[in-house]
């Protein structure tokens, strides 16, 4: 297997949570697989990236550009600014609800995510998803990091089992928040099945 | 056993696995983890220490090493500067048990004040240096550092960049066994005593042995050459990584990997440079293989043309990537560049993300307090390294220099000296005060300097990741400790005027300020309130919709994340506050509770 998965959003969204359970599920596989993450300075509010990759024939810890098989952006603009990674006809999950930096509130500049939506929309195969419908029927939006994977494995693309991606996540989330992780992630599933084949 | 691990993460299992009984460092973007790896895991017979700043890592160290005790230290590469000291005289005297230290570069720079680059400092220091490529590597090569470091009887350098250090790999660890008592440090004073007459002597032996050492290296196992062809790539590090990867769509040439930087493998890039016409030297940070290359061109009369940074065919600055190299490399190889297949023009502009204090960060509150009191008042606001240099940022704007770790008091100290009529404020935070502070308090005392201390003590290295320090009360291998009191500091080094106040009393805390701005020489304000991320707090805050007038005056006072425009209104995200009130000083209709 040969995969290059993005895994972008603003510092404190739990991406890299994601990409950790993604990475382990594939090594439980037996796949070699390699990571790199944002860490330090930027993580304080600013863009924050992982980057998967999956097979053999893998030296760079990031993914080159035009390589990325699918991009889970946590935020519009994220999946915006990292579109040069993905490749021609990959997928972009990207979660409708902006993020406003505190340079455009403090400026005033009216960012609210919607340009961005309908750019992908024009140009990408993409799989939307609401963080703000989560934080409502989960009660809090640290859920939708696992809905997003859902999504992924959901749309056929991730090339990891379902169970093995729920293996994982009980292992890498408290036992407390196991069945709401659960629900989630089956939540998910249900959105990127939906997407399955006719993006 | 296989394992999915940070490239600081193998590091450190390499260390355990060669041995170590000795571990110190101070954290540093990006090596901070390799410590905390050794914390969590099996590190039985281990002496595990977060040093008070990367000088007093170093000569800890140092004398494990003298006691024949395998140790390693950990910094980032601007904390080699601070160690220089020691290190250099180290160079001199050398070790008994091996003695690696770890100091990471960071090419870009994502965390650091510069691009410096610690095969320098090898090279200036005499001493050998390691340079991993990926984190497989990083876990064997430190074990051979080890080796090298014991048999040599000198410190070595290893030096991972940031792409090595917070890359994950699936690597296979090894066990391994709790360390061999140490001989203990047997007394010496023609060895352990640096004097003039020794380092004579001993600066004569280092440049024979380095001869010496270089020749070994030579057939050092992760020197390795590839491929055959008259062109050839000269790299090491991370960049081989990129190398490798973007060669996959171009033809061969001969990929030269350099892991021993100094002392420079002459025997071996000889061999390898044989029958090669043109090199291309793709290195990050400065062009030292390239150096190295050009001189070793010169002194055998070799054929062969060199290029690189220095003919401008590859950027001195900046992190090196799989596409930057592919474009050298498709220039050096004549390969056309791939065509670009679409139109990007109606790409929507993307908003620019730095990164800003979090919400509820004590340091906003205490920065918003400190401009309250000196409005209107000529100031200057010196910064240091940590969370609070992103105090810089609109809208508070209380940064105007920042430079290196503890300069901000002492830099406070020269403006006051040179500039009448101004209150010079120095922010320093509660572990760069430990680190490098303090001495800097004690000049500011001593010379009679007019500023105003602003201590941040959030109770916990911050940006680095929530590391404890002196004035925590928690150490690393006992646990509980005692607390250092940095008041009690101030009042040593005999500041007159110190006040303790919780900056999220915002009324006292400009109070505070105000009284320490009536008053002249060195006086000091401690705010204390700790980082958001140690302490949680369950507290939000809310705005009363009848009373709020959108005058949005809280976002544009303070520039806190959890204020944001939803639907029109000023809104606080109740996923990021946390309740600390400063917003409700702001408003000026009292509309915000909570």
């Known amino acids: ?199 | 056993m296989t394992e999915y691990i940070m490239g600081n993460g193998a590091i450190a299992m390499g260390a355990l696995k060669a041995g170590i009984s000795f571990a110190s460092g101070y954290p540093g973007t990006p090596s901070s983890e390799i410590i905390e790896t050794i914390y969590k895991r099996k590190h039985e017979g281990v002496y595990l220490e977060w040093s008070v700043n990367e000088k007093a890592a170093l000569e800890g160290a140092a004398a494990a090493a003298m006691s024949g005790a395998r140790a390693l230290v950990t910094m980032k590469q601007v904390g080699l500067n601070v160690a220089s000291d020691p290190l250099m005289s180290l160079a001199y005297v050398g070790i008994k048990g091996g003695l690696v230290v770890v100091s990471a570069d960071d090419p870009g720079p994502i965390s650091s004040q510069t691009e410096q680059d610690t095969r320098r400092f090898a090279d200036f220091a005499r001493i050998p240096v390691f340079d991993p490529s990926s984190v497989e590597e990083a876990y064997e090569m430190i074990q051979d550092a080890f080796d090298y470091s014991e048999k040599y009887k000198t410190p070595v350098l290893f030096r991972p960049t940031t792409r090595v250090c917070h890359a994950y790999a699936s690597v296979d660890i090894k066990d391994y066994d709790r360390p061999a008592v140490c001989e203990g440090f047997v007394r010496d004073s023609s060895k352990w005593v640096i004097f003039p007459r020794l380092s004579y002597i001993n600066h004569g032996l280092i440049e024979e042995r380095n001869v010496k050492i270089g020749k070994e290296l030579s057939s050092y196992r992760f020197n390795t050459v590839e491929g055959i062809s008259e062109k050839a790539v000269v790299t090491s590090g991370i960049s081989y990584a990129y190398v490798k990867e973007a060669l996959k769509d171009l033809k061969e040439v001969k990929l030269i990997k350099i892991a021993t930087a100094y002392p420079f493998p002459e025997d071996f890039v000889l061999e390898a440079l044989r029958g090669v016409k043109e090199a291309i030297c793709i290195e990050e940070l400065s062009p030292y293989l390239e150096e190295q290359i050009l001189k070793t061109v010169g002194k055998y009369h070799l054929d062969t043309e060199v290029s690189g940074k220095i003919n401008g065919r590859v950027a001195h600055n900046g992190e090196n990537s799989v596409e930057l190299s592919e474009r050298v490399l498709r220039a050096f190889l004549d390969t056309d560049g791939k065509e670009e297949d679409t139109d990007k023009s109606d790409i929507p502009k993307v908003p620019a993300r730095p990164p800003v204090l979090c919400a509820g960060c004590p340091h906003r509150a205490s920065f918003y307090a400190v401009k309250q009191a000196a409005k209107g008042r000529k100031s200057i606001f010196c910064g240091d390294i940590g969370c609070y240099t992103l105090g810089n940022a609109m809208p508070l704007d209380m940064v105007d220099t920042c430079l290196c770790m503890g300069a901000g008091i002492t830099m406070a100290q020269g403006f006051s000296h040179t500039n009448e009529d101004t209150a010079c404020f120095a922010f320093t935070g509660d572990s760069t005060f430990f680190a490098s502070g303090i001495t800097g308090v004690v000049n500011a005392v001593y010379n009679e300097a007019d500023i105003i201390l602003c201590i941040l003590d959030n109770s916990t290295t911050a940006m680095t990741g929530h590391q404890p320090h002196p004035g925590t009360g928690f150490n690393l291998s006992n646990g509980n400790t005692v607390k250092a009191d940095i008041g009690k500091i101030l009042e040593a080094a005999g500041v007159k005027k110190i006040i303790t106040t919780d900056p999220l009393d915002h009324k006292r805390s400009v109070e505070a300020v105000k009284e320490c701005l009536e008053e002249k020489g060195v006086r000091a304000v401690i705010f204390k309130s700790p980082c958001i991320a140690i302490e949680r707090s369950d507290k939000k805050c809310a705005i009363d919709r009848e009373e709020c007038v959108n005058c949005k005056k809280c976002i544009h006072e303070t520039g806190c994340p959890a204020l944001i425009i939803s639907e029109g209104n000023v809104t606080i995200d109740t996923t990021l506050c946390t309740g600390c009130g400063l917003c409700k000083n702001v408003c000026p209709k009292g509309a915000i509770g909570g």
């Open chain 1, 1 to 199: 297997m040969n995969k290059n998965i993005l895994i972008c959003g603003v510092g404190g969204q739990g991406t890299v949570l994601a990409s950790r359970i993604i990475a382990a599920s594939a090594m439980n596989m037996g796949e070699k697989v390699m990571s790199a993450e944002t860490i330090g300075m930027a993580q304080r509010g600013g863009p924050v990236t992982s980057h998967v990759r999956i097979g053999n024939d893998v030296f760079s810890p990031l993914i080159p550009f035009g390589q990325a098989d699918m991009i889970l952006a946590f935020e519009p603009a994220e999946a915006v600014r990292n579109l040069k990674y993905l490749k021609k006809g990959g997928t972009v999950i990207v979660n409708t609800v902006p993020v406003k930096p505190v340079t455009e509130s403090v400026k005033d500049t009216g960012y609210d995510g919607s340009a961005m939506t309908a750019y992908l929309k024009k140009e990408y195969k993409c799989v939307f998803a609401d963080s703000d419908k989560t934080a409502l029927k989960f009660g809090s939006t640290k859920f939708f990091n696992i809905i997003m994977l859902g999504i992924a494995c959901g749309i056929g693309e991730l090339g990891i089992d379902g169970t093995e991606l729920v293996e994982q996540i009980k292992r890498s989330v408290p036992a407390k928040y196991l069945d709401i992780n659960t629900e989630a992630f089956n939540e998910g599933l249900r959105t990127g099945e939906k997407y399955k084949g006719d993006q």
